[in-house]
């Protein structure tokens, strides 16, 4: 295969990007100067060597823990679970959540191949239960997938207890596009969806 077929199937494998684009970038990548072009194959070498999941929430970080995990303000007690560490952004930028989160790394997608094992699920209960957590705010996608994962998610933790008493587990109110991504919500309907969350 030519080095310029090697970049452009490489590069279609990225979300968005179809066989015209990438073969778009990849002539685009050819006029740039040589220093540019290795910039960005060691940014994307460095990226992958770097960067890695939180050990206690599973977002990303480049420490043992994430910044949100670190961080003494959040409130360690309200854990909200979402899909991707993407999501996480989306929440963030809402700027109205002050608790932590719990990433678990997709949702449930049986046509996919996705099952509950792929999922962070079994350390989220883990850490509802012995982490001293009173609330879990399952803020899964409002897809049908999103759906069923936080159903799933509401079941496994239905019966964990731990040392402040029974754990709340809420599910953020609609309102949020159907089928839409938390990731493309605005700020302001996800802090309204987190705020008129309820019990599940
Ligand atoms: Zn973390």
């Known amino acids: 295969m030519s080095a310029i077929e090697d ?34 194959a060691e940014s994307l070498l460095t990226l992958s060597d770097r960067v890695r999941p939180c050990e206690r ?69 883990n850490r509802v239960s012995t982490g001293g957590v009173r609330e879990v705010i399952v803020a899964t996608n409002p897809s049908l997938e999103g759906e069923a994962t936080a159903v799933y998610v509401q079941r496994e933790l239905a019966h964990v207890g731990n040392s402040v008493g029974a754990v709340t587990i809420t599910r953020i109110a609609r309102g949020l596009p159907i089928g839409g991504d938390l990731e493309y919500a605005d700020g302001a309907s996800i802090a309204q969806a987190l705020a008129a969350r309820r019990a599940m």
């Open 7 to 40: 970049l452009a199937t490489e590069l279609s494998k990225l979300p968005g990007i179809g066989r015209k684009t990438a073969l778009r970038l990849t002539y685009h990548l050819l006029k740039q100067s040589k220093e540019q072009s290795r910039r960005l």
């Open 57 to 125: 929430c599973f977002n990303l970080t480049e420490d043992v823990l994430c910044s949100i995990c670190r961080d003494p303000r959040r409130d360690q007690s309200l854990v909200c679970v979402v899909e991707e560490p993407s999501d996480i952004g989306a929440i963030e930028r809402a700027g109205e959540f002050r608790g932590v989160y719990h990433v678990l790394g997709g949702r449930l997608a049986p046509l996919d191949g996705v099952g509950p094992e792929d999922l962070q699920v079994v350390s989220l209960v």
